[in-house]
């Protein structure tokens, strides 16, 4: 897996919208980026996913910079319950190699 | 809720003594995950399975297994427990292996405490 790089801890006020950025200079050709997030001990939560286009779902959205070195997860208006550890990962699926490596993450905690 | 369960949530326990995790997979879902969570070390992958056969390996000690049965549920054995094996294990699922294919959806996971 390429290295990810997050900040350490970030925060928003809610209703307004959280930029969480992930540098992955390393990334190779094939590896998606994937968003994690973990409130409070409670299992980790699939966020997103993308390799080369922007995407967006019910959650957030994810912008992919076009020389994939570096993305970011929005979330266009964050409430309380957004307060989570967030997880940048980049991993390429194969038939042998399908686990995820979480690295520290970055804290997001969205204040009232 | 994300579909996937384990049980029990919480196991207190004495060093030396064993014992096992479960995992029901989502309907479904033909890949199992089970990963540690220690305060030190963060979330961290110990193996997988798929479709009742061990796929990959992370940093899952000796006395650690686990299986994954012919109804897609899956154990985790641990034995021997020491102090440090003191941690959250979560089990994940995914429909499958190929690329793209990356959202594992992960269970509430089972507290196991040693005493």
């Known amino acids: 897996d390429a290295k990810t790089t997050q900040p350490t801890s970030m925060d928003c006020a809610e209703g307004r919208a959280a930029n969480l950025p992930c540098n992955h200079s390393t990334i190779s050709g094939n590896e998606y980026v994937y968003w994690y997030r973990q409130i409070h001990s409670q299992g980790p939560q699939y966020i997103i996913h993308?390799?080369?286009n922007n995407e967006t779902n019910e959650m957030a959205s994810l912008i992919i910079t076009e020389d994939r070195k570096s993305s970011t997860l929005i979330l266009p208006h964050a409430t309380l319950r957004d307060t989570a550890v967030y997880y940048c990962i980049a991993h390429y699926f194969t038939g042998a190699n399908s686990k995820l490596t979480f690295g520290k993450g970055i804290t997001l905690s969205v204040r009232p | 809720d994300s579909g996937v369960t384990q049980t029990p949530k919480h196991l207190i326990t004495a060093t030396g003594q064993r014992v096992t995790l479960r995992c029901s997979p989502r309907s479904g879902d033909l890949s199992v995950y089970w990963y540690q969570q220690s305060l030190d070390q963060g979330l961290q992958f110990l193996i997988q399975?798929?479709?009742?056969?061990?796929?990959a390996k992370g940093n899952i000690l000796e006395r650690f297994s686990a299986q994954q049965f012919p109804d897609l549920h899956s154990e985790l054995n641990l034995s021997s427990l020491e102090l440090g094996d003191s941690a959250l294990y979560f089990c994940a699922s995914s429909v499958g292996l190929l690329a793209g294919e990356g959202e594992q959806f992960f269970g509430p996971g089972t507290r196991l405490t040693v005493l």
């Open positions: 993308g390799l080369k």
């Open positions: 399975y798929y479709n009742g056969e061990e796929r």
